[in-house]
């Protein structure tokens, strides 16, 4: 499954995306605000980013001195898709010469120690980075013997030195990737996809404060810089944009992180359950009881903020509850689907029932579809549900974190 993972991200190296300057920008202020020393005297990694593209290589090294970084890395896969193109780091229209020069064909790797006005102009720029690359003195600026993969030794052992990694990952290697930071006990804020919360060997960490997400809205997806050669025919219409002639794809991604911010430490503002039946902006909630699963000792919440305050049992909340969720407020207990629910085990099996969709017509599959999710009992008129012989109708929910009110 690795290697078919690897040969797949590798068939998608055509379709790599960009995170934009400005949302780099936006995500790493709110740690500093938290923590203005969270940098200093740190070595940050950023070992998925082509250098001479990376808006991550630019923030940092742009900010190297004002957040007091004691070093900055960068490691490429190879070939880079849009070489020297996004950040026009060098101000020749080709670079310099071998050994000083970009590599054509291999990976490459940054290593920043120094920043400061090289041409003496005033002002610190890329300019100057590439008039410092150029010089080789303070900086190191070569290639690497293998292909910049994170999992190569001497990946590892850049990643060894490190303290902070901070990029965009390869999506179809986030699990592998999630684990190396761990296993080298690195702290780091990195993007994914917002599915891989509910991995069952990425939930844990959630599970047990060990990973948390990020302080940009986890309700917005994320608008990536699409490069002139990646095939977009697939992708759904309404996730591609065009903004003065840049190609941007929304994905529904959000970052990760093990680095503290203040917004986790915010509490949810919650009314009581008899306040929100008789005052909630949701139907669903409004004029009627909570309703309690078949298959699981929890009551379900479809949204976050209808969440009872004396409520003291088990409930089931949408995955974007992580984005308000507070560690001195709840306690994560277990996630539907995937076996991420040891502390709260499903009580129930429907091999037994069948799908059918809304006009009546059989799907083909068996209620074994939907074991583990959490189900309710019903039909809402809108979606697919099971029946079984004696005629007992239930839905599934959409993924639900179990929660309850941390007790004091």
Same mark, same amino acid.
Not at 129 to 136: E, G, P, R, S
């Given at each position: 499954?690795?290697?078919?993972?690897?040969?797949?991200?590798?068939?998608?190296?055509?379709?790599?995306?960009?995170?934009?300057?400005?949302?780099?920008?936006?995500?790493?202020?709110?740690?500093?605000?938290?923590?203005?020393?969270?940098?200093?005297?740190?070595?940050?990694?950023?070992?998925?980013?082509?250098?001479?593209?990376?808006?991550?290589?630019?923030?940092?090294?742009?900010?190297?001195?004002?957040?007091?970084?004691?070093?900055?890395?960068?490691?490429?896969?190879?070939?880079?898709?849009?070489?020297?193109?996004?950040?026009?780091?060098?101000?020749?229209?080709?670079?310099?010469?071998?050994?000083?020069?970009?590599?054509?064909?291999?990976?490459?790797?940054?290593?920043?120690?120094?920043?400061?006005?090289?041409?003496?102009?005033?002002?610190?720029?890329?300019?100057?980075?590439?008039?410092?690359?150029?010089?080789?003195?303070?900086?190191?600026?070569?290639?690497?013997?293998?292909?910049?993969?994170?999992?190569?030794?001497?990946?590892?052992?850049?990643?060894?030195?490190? =303290?902070?990694?901070?990029?965009?990952?390869?999506?179809?290697?986030?699990?592998?990737?999630?684990?190396?930071?761990?296993?080298?006990?690195?702290?780091?804020?990195?993007?994914?996809?917002?599915?891989?919360?509910?991995?069952?060997?990425?939930?844990?960490?959630?599970?047990?404060?060990?990973?948390?997400?990020?302080?940009?809205?986890?309700?917005?997806?994320?608008?990536?810089?699409?490069?002139?050669?990646?095939?977009?025919?697939?992708?759904?219409?309404?996730?591609?944009?065009?903004?003065?002639?840049?190609?941007?794809?929304?994905?529904?991604?959000?970052?990760?992180?093990?680095?503290?911010?203040?917004?986790?430490?915010?509490?949810?503002?919650?009314?009581?359950?008899?306040?929100?039946?008789?005052?909630?902006?949701?139907?669903?909630?409004?004029?009627?009881?909570?309703?309690?699963?078949?298959?699981?000792?929890?009551?379900?919440?479809?949204?976050?903020?209808?969440?009872?305050?004396?409520?003291?049992?088990?409930?089931?909340?949408?995955?974007?509850?992580?984005?308000?969720?507070?560690?001195?407020?709840? =306690?994560?207990?277990?996630?539907?689907?995937?076996?991420?629910?040891?502390?709260?085990?499903?009580?129930?099996?429907?091999?037994?029932?069948?799908?059918?969709?809304?006009?009546?017509?059989?799907?083909?599959?068996?209620?074994?579809?939907?074991?583990?999710?959490?189900?309710?009992?019903?039909?809402?008129?809108?979606?697919?549900?099971?029946?079984?012989?004696?005629?007992?109708?239930?839905?599934?929910?959409?993924?639900?974190?179990?929660?309850?009110?941390?007790?004091?």
């Amino acid at each position: 499954m690795a290697n078919e993972n690897l040969k797949k991200a590798k068939r998608e190296k055509n379709d790599e995306f960009y995170t934009q300057y400005v949302d780099i920008q936006k995500e790493v202020s709110a740690y500093l605000e938290y923590d203005p020393d969270v940098f200093r005297n740190k070595i940050v990694y950023c070992n998925a980013d082509d250098p001479f593209e990376s808006n991550f290589f630019k923030y940092f090294v742009l900010n190297f001195n004002r957040f007091g970084l004691k070093q900055l890395i960068t490691t490429s896969y190879k070939p880079s898709p849009i070489a020297n193109t996004q950040l026009k780091l060098f101000v020749e229209d080709k670079p310099p010469k071998k050994p000083q020069g970009r590599p054509k064909v291999t990976a490459n790797k940054f290593i920043i120690n120094e920043v400061k006005d090289f041409d003496g102009d005033g002002e610190f720029n890329l300019k100057d980075i590439a008039l410092q690359l150029k010089d080789n003195k303070n900086n190191e600026w070569s290639p690497l013997k293998k292909d910049g993969d994170f999992r190569s030794e001497e990946c590892v052992n850049l990643l060894k030195q490190s =303290d902070i990694v901070v990029t965009n990952p390869p999506f179809s290697l986030f699990r592998e990737y999630v684990k190396q930071i761990f296993e080298y006990k690195k702290k780091f804020i990195v993007i994914g996809n917002k599915n891989a919360v509910t991995n069952k060997k990425i939930f844990p960490l959630f599970e047990n404060n060990k990973m948390w997400v990020g302080t940009t809205s986890y309700n917005k997806d994320i608008l990536f810089i699409a490069p002139s050669n990646a095939d977009l025919s697939k992708k759904p219409k309404t996730a591609i944009r065009v903004v003065d002639g840049i190609t941007y794809l929304r994905s529904p991604s959000v970052w990760f992180t093990n680095i503290d911010h203040g917004r986790r430490h915010l509490p949810l503002s919650l009314m009581t359950m008899e306040d929100n039946i008789k005052f909630s902006k949701h139907k669903e909630i409004r004029g009627s009881q909570y309703k309690k699963y078949d298959n699981y000792d929890a009551i379900e919440i479809p949204f976050t903020d209808a969440i009872p305050s004396d409520y003291n049992g088990i409930m089931g909340v949408p995955v974007s509850f992580l984005d308000k969720y507070n560690p001195d407020q709840f =306690d994560i207990l277990g996630s539907t689907q995937r076996g991420c629910h040891d502390k709260v085990p499903d009580t129930k099996k429907y091999d037994d029932y069948r799908e059918v969709r809304q006009n009546g017509e059989k799907t083909g599959s068996s209620g074994g579809k939907t074991n583990e999710n959490g189900n309710l009992l019903g039909n809402d008129g809108k979606k697919n549900y099971f029946i079984n012989n004696e005629g007992r109708i239930i839905q599934s929910t959409y993924s639900r974190i179990f929660i309850r009110h941390k007790k004091k």
